[in-house]
């Protein structure tokens, strides 16, 4: 009988252990209830707090990323195009606190097929975002002198009880434009004059390469060589079908004026001479020409000419003097070695005024129809941008025509 009871107590001990454990995997915070499935809960905060010796930053960056990439992908939706963008690093001082906001932002211009609509795009914007960023606003604005609508996205947050907001997109939309008929352009009486428009000194920024290679008439671009922005502006110009000249750095008369780390100089060899003009022309692609970038000594010495223009003759390429010095003897040597030329008749943008610039314009247009023909030179600047996109349609409507520098070389 002793042994049956024993027996009895080992069956009672070993269901209450098992019971023991069932009720500690299931109990709250037992190992049962922590799944894999389910993390324990984590921040929601889109900030992470930095200090640096006694100021203190809540910074947004990685938020802010999080915005870039959703709304991007609401672009590619929408199918907008990117025409033109830019980023900056922001960072300012809290209201009434100690400390500051970061946060990363974009400027972006983009445009939209003629048949879509701005709201359809603010709604698939709204509806990417989500949770991890909202439209702030939108309303009609200007880039660059073009009519667009601006949205404004970016983040809003609670940070230590306060409300904070920070836009970290900007969006410009505007439509695209149809490519147009510039003999439509023209007045009945017909063309009255041909103008050709270079544009110097692309290369050193970004921000006007898409504006002007966006204007819908025959530019060419002069570009620089060896900078940052060098080969965009050849393959962006290229790609809308504008024309693509080397803007050869050549020695100035001055020696206060700031001269390119690159140049041909009255010092150098024949050979350095050949060489150097040989290895800026290989650094730009699809280029038909070149015209020289400073120069105003260099081009007034008959032997450094003589050796740019043999490097060009070899390679069937046209020069073209900009006049930066009256005792140029560029274009004359030109002829006499029988390699196509010719020469600037007016410089379009000493003056950086827009109002200034179309002055200017007039002043070419006139000599155009005076003339028949005339090549001015302006400079890769947004303002000189505006003023030509405003200032086509009044010197089309005169019957001036705009066309490349080749054709005007001879």
């Given at each position: ?6 027996s009895?107590t ?10 023991a454990?069932?009720l500690y995997?299931?109990?709250?915070g037992?190992?049962?209830?922590r799944?894999?499935?389910?993390p324990?809960a984590?921040?929601q ?10 100021t ?6 990685a938020a ?10 609401a672009l ?16 300012v001082?809290r ?8 946060w990363?932002a974009?400027?972006t211009?983009?445009t939209?097929?003629q048949g879509s ?6 709604e698939l914007?709204v509806?990417?975002?989500?949770q991890?960023?909202q439209?702030?606003?939108?309303a009609p604005?200007q880039?660059?002198?073009a009519?667009?609508i ?9 940070l ?9 997109d ?5 439509k695209e ?6 003999s ?5 009486g017909?063309e009255r004059g041909?103008l050709?428009?270079v544009?110097d000194d692309?290369?050193y920024?970004?921000?006007p390469?898409?504006?002007?290679a ?6 060419t ?5 060896y900078h940052?922005y ?10 809308a079908k504008?024309q693509?000249?080397l803007?050869l750095?050549?020695e100035?008369m001055s020696t206060?004026e ?7 100089t ?5 050979s350095e001479i050949q060489?150097?003009v040989v290895n ?11 015209n020289?970038?400073?120069?105003s000594k260099a081009?007034?010495d008959k032997r ?7 490097a060009?003759?070899s ?7 900009s ?7 560029a274009a004359q040597?030109?002829?006499?070695m ?5 020469e600037?008749?007016?410089?379009l943008?000493?003056n950086?005024?827009v109002e200034?610039?179309?002055?200017q314009?007039r ?5 155009a ?9 302006g400079?890769?600047?947004p303002?000189?941008a505006?003023?030509?996109?405003e200032?086509?349609?009044e010197?089309?409507?005169d ?6 520098a080749?054709d005007?070389?001879?």
């Amino acid at each position: 009988m002793a042994k049956k009871s024993s027996s009895k107590t080992v069956w009672i001990l070993a269901a209450l252990v098992c019971a023991a454990m069932v009720l500690y995997w299931l109990a709250p915070g037992g190992e049962k209830s922590r799944s894999p499935q389910q993390p324990q809960a984590q921040t929601q905060e889109k900030y992470k707090m930095e200090k640096s010796g006694a100021t203190t930053a809540a910074d947004f960056t990685a938020a802010a990323w999080q915005v870039h990439g959703l709304v991007d992908d609401a672009l590619v939706t929408g199918k907008a195009k990117i025409k033109n963008q830019q980023e900056q690093k922001r960072e300012v001082p809290r209201q009434g606190v100690e400390g500051t906001i970061r946060w990363h932002a974009r400027q972006t211009l983009v445009t939209i097929p003629q048949g879509s609509s701005t709201d359809k795009l603010k709604e698939l914007m709204v509806k990417t975002l989500a949770q991890k960023g909202q439209v702030l606003g939108s309303a009609p604005d200007q880039y660059r002198g073009a009519n667009v609508i601006r949205f404004d996205v970016g983040l809003k947050d609670s940070l230590e009880g306060d409300t904070v907001t920070m836009i970290t997109d900007r969006i410009y939309v505007m439509k695209e434009q149809a490519a147009a008929d510039n003999s439509k352009q023209l007045p009945a009486g017909g063309e009255r004059g041909k103008l050709a428009i270079v544009l110097d000194d692309f290369g050193y920024n970004y921000d006007p390469i898409d504006a002007l290679a966006a204007i819908d008439r025959p530019l060419t671009f002069a570009i620089l060589p060896y900078h940052p922005y060098s080969q965009l502006a050849a393959t962006k110009a290229l790609a809308a079908k504008h024309q693509v000249m080397l803007h050869l750095p050549m020695e100035p008369m001055s020696t206060t004026e700031q001269q390119e780390k690159t140049s041909i100089t009255t010092g150098m060899s024949d050979s350095e001479i050949q060489q150097t003009v040989v290895n800026a022309v290989q650094n730009i692609p699809g280029l038909i020409g070149v015209n020289n970038h400073q120069g105003s000594k260099a081009t007034a010495d008959k032997r450094v000419m003589r050796n740019v223009l043999s490097a060009l003759k070899s390679r069937n390429l046209f020069f073209i003097d900009s006049r930066t010095n009256g005792q140029s003897v560029a274009a004359q040597t030109a002829r006499e070695m029988n390699i196509p030329t010719s020469e600037n008749e007016l410089f379009l943008d000493n003056n950086n005024d827009v109002e200034a610039i179309k002055q200017q314009l007039r002043t070419a247009g006139s000599i155009a129809v005076r003339d028949g023909t005339a090549l001015v030179i302006g400079h890769a600047r947004p303002n000189t941008a505006i003023a030509l996109k405003e200032m086509i349609p009044e010197l089309e409507a005169d019957g001036v025509r705009l066309i490349f520098a080749s054709d005007l070389v001879k």
